[in-house]
């Protein structure tokens, strides 16, 4: 299957026509199967080239397409069936399905194992044998269904509209829909999001071995609970891992999580210590939170992987600093002192009164605010780049950890200054030629927060990760620092961002 997966599920990521069955007009929310507007409004607002047809027998139209009885009432072929209905009529949709000869049925109902009811565990098998009777190919029960940007799919209108290299599977719906909205918030962008529930016919494998193909996809993140088939996962995973990261969060790994997932989607979750083998073998990059899966994924793809753990911390002040220190170690990182030359150099630059030049470096108020807005800012620009190619050139560093509150350079010169400092951020990172990992940590009022938020949009736009917290960098770090030691281990090199 592996071999002709791309050609299979061509038309689930690029259908030429969707019927969305069960939509109505009633608000655009889900209820008990949905009323299905949500699926229509996803590829109106993501501009789907193709034709929509709304099914429902007491509607004439819905958001203005024309609406029809049934399947086999529509004149066309139908590639995508989207199916918001009750469970219970759930499987004769599918027979119709089945005669019309339509391709892909994304079943957003749920109802079925999940529940743990016999009777609706066997509704939920007899609907998949007769879909595999009539080559109707399955996504779920119970899920989100798909969301191609490119494609033109998706089941929310607010989803980032641009495509782009991040390719994400998931069980949970939910988690599927905060991870677009908040990664692309984050500046995220979409190949292919796919929520797979029940996963009854088509699995996380499945899934996974058409990501792997797939030219517009770079980045593969995914959220698991349980898996019906781990040999697959672990074949497809072992693959992918030397030309493409993986990044999973896995949920049920705790004794209540593992019995929640049981009735969130009747997978049965294993041990935690044989996901982390797997993981290990396979050169998954586990996380544990939606926030290390967004940050380890942004940071894949904007940042080169770091050459080892020592890390510069620059940016903090007194304690500050002291603290960012001991959280690197407690992430794993090393925080060296700076090699001889390094420090010898900056002394020259850098007043020793009130500033330590070893590491972590806290010399950001003598050599950056309070001297950018004076009449020898040329000066101080030249000293502030000189600290990144310093930084690049010292065999005892691999990484920068810059801690920047945009609060002290708005202190200090407005925005004229906040605009500069970042400008010559981007200009040292190009010359240090070494990964840094800007934090921008959430301002502690609106003013401040409306700050942040500029700074985050200004470093996006230009290609560069950014963090909020100095945690969540110095995991990001960790995690990519794994992930090259396997590659390393394998003899596989990564091209530079």
């Known amino acids: 299957m592996p071999e002709d997966i791309m050609k299979e599920l061509e038309r689930l990521f690029y259908p030429r026509s969707i019927a969305v069955i069960g939509a109505s007009q009633r608000g655009v929310g889900f209820g008990t199967g949905g009323n299905g507007v949500g699926f229509m409004e996803g590829p109106i607002s993501l501009r789907f080239s193709g034709m929509v047809y709304p099914i429902n027998p007491k509607a004439k139209t819905v958001l203005g397409y024309k609406a029809y009885p049934s399947v086999l009432d529509v004149p066309d072929d139908i590639d995508l069936a989207i199916l918001a209905v009750h469970h219970k009529v759930a499987l004769s949709v599918i027979k119709d399905c089945a005669v019309k000869g339509v391709k892909f049925a994304h079943l957003f109902t749920a109802g079925f194992s999940e529940t743990g009811q016999e009777e609706n565990a066997e509704l939920e098998r007899e609907m998949i044998r007769v879909a595999k009777a009539g080559g109707v190919r399955i996504i779920g029960p119970n899920c989100m269904g798909v969301y191609c940007p490119e494609g033109g799919v998706g089941w929310n209108k607010d989803f980032p509209q641009e495509p782009g290299p991040v390719g994400f599977v998931s069980q949970s719906g939910q988690l599927a829909g905060q991870f677009a909205d908040t990664g692309g918030r984050a500046g995220l962008r979409y190949s292919k999001v796919i929520s797979f529930g029940n996963a009854s016919d088509l699995q996380c494998h499945d899934f996974l071995n058409y990501l792997a193909q797939d030219e517009k996809t770079r980045i593969i993140g995914g959220y698991l609970e349980g898996l ?37 989607t009747a997978s049965i979750a294993g041990s935690a210590d044989i996901w982390r083998a797997l993981c290990r073998q396979a050169g998954i990059i586990s996380v544990d939170s939606q926030e290390e899966l967004i940050t380890t994924i942004s940071a894949l793809q904007r940042l080169a992987l770091p050459g080892g753990t020592k890390v510069a911390v620059l940016g903090g002040a007194g304690g500050g600093s002291v603290t960012m220190t001991d959280e690197a170690e407690r992430q794993g990182l090393q925080v060296p002192k700076l090699s001889e030359k390094t420090i010898k150099t900056l002394e020259e630059f850098v007043p020793l009164q009130g500033n330590i030049v070893s590491n972590p470096l806290d010399i950001m108020g003598a050599l950056v605010f309070s001297q950018l807005s004076s009449p020898n800012a040329g000066k101080s620009i030249d000293n502030f780049l000189r600290l990144f190619q310093l930084l690049g050139d010292d065999p005892k560093i691999d990484a920068l950890i810059f801690f920047q509150r945009m609060e002290m350079p708005a202190r200090t010169g407005g925005r004229a200054l906040i605009d500069l400092f970042m400008e010559k951020t981007c200009d040292g990172a190009k010359i240090m030629g ?64």
């Open 228 to 264: 019906k088939d781990g040999d697959a996962f672990y074949q497809a995973a072992k693959k992918i891992t030397p030309r493409k990261p993986i990044v999973i969060w896995k949920g049920g790994q705790t004794e209540g999580g593992s019995r929640a997932t049981q009735s969130h």
């Open 434 to 497: 070494k990964p840094v990992f800007i934090v921008l940590e959430k301002g502690h009022t609106l003013d401040q927060e409306a700050v942040r938020g500029d700074a985050q949009e200004f470093y996006k736009n230009r290609g560069y990760a950014t963090f909020p917290s100095f945690s969540a960098a110095a995991r990001a770090l960790y995690n990519m620092n794994q992930y090259r030691k396997y590659l390393d281990a394998l003899g596989v090199r990564k091209a530079e961002k």
